[in-house]
């Protein structure tokens, strides 16, 4: 499994961004799809993650209620829509998917090149 993250770019704080993961192959039914951040100097985190057969998600602390995953069966794709943009959200987000369903990223096994989210006005 191939993923691509994309969507990152600069945003005011408050504002709104949608990332996107396109997987190569079929993950719905197998994979649990994650999202991660990481900040320059700090760990990479747990953003958010999602199954795609009970449709089940969970949020770290800091995004629940700003944030949303999401995904596409048809196009094998994930999102994470990201409201009431905050500067300590600023990191890398990467997507990654997996057969546990965890906020830890040690049991991922793949992983997207990450796109970067700037808030800052």
């Known amino acids: 499994v191939q993923l691509q993250a994309s969507g990152g770019g600069l945003v005011q704080p408050g504002g709104s961004l949608r990332l996107s993961c396109a997987a190569s192959a079929r993950t719905s039914s197998t994979y649990v799809m994650g999202w991660f951040r990481q900040a320059p100097g700090k760990e990479r985190e747990f953003v958010a993650v999602m199954t795609w057969n009970s449709g089940m998600t969970s949020y770290a602390d800091s995004v629940r209620g700003r944030v949303t995953i999401s995904g596409d069966n048809a196009n094998n794709t994930v999102y994470l829509q990201m409201n009431s943009l905050k500067p300590d959200d600023t990191a890398a987000y990467y997507c990654?998917?997996?057969?546990?369903?965890?906020?830890?990223?040690?049991?991922?096994?793949?992983w997207g090149q990450g796109t970067q989210v700037t808030v800052s006005s």
């Open positions: 990654a998917a997996g057969r546990t369903y965890s906020p830890f990223a040690g049991v991922y096994n793949f």
